[in-house]
């Protein structure tokens, strides 16, 4: 019962994490152009620990002998290792955008 309950928090905090990487190089842009790096240092330090605590709850998942949906752990685990490989090239196409976009800001 509680394994079903973590299973179902790491699933959304997954589609979470997810979807904030698929946006971080638009929010590096958006950031670039408006002169904020202080924010996309925020927003990289939260979808850090976003990714810390997905870990986290992976871990403790596999503690765990008995879960009810045994196909969504599976695909949950595959996920993971594509996240690894997918956030540091994220922020770096993050920061590479707002970098290259503040640069051309300051020329004009």
Known sequence: ?????ILDVTLGLNALVWFAVMLMPLYGAITGF???RPLLKRA???????AVLL????????????????ESLVAL?????????ALPGVLAMGWGLHLV???LRNRA
Do not use: Q
């Open 1 to 5: 019962m509680i394994a079903d309950l």
């Open 77 to 85: 685990y595959a996920y993971s290792g594509w996240l690894v490989l």
């Open 34 to 36: 408006r002169r904020t």
């Open 44 to 50: 990289s330090l939260i979808l850090i620990c976003l």
């Open 55 to 70: 870990a986290s709850l992976l871990v403790t998942l596999k503690t765990f002998d008995t879960v009810s949906d045994p």
């Open 101 to 103: 976009i503040f640069r």
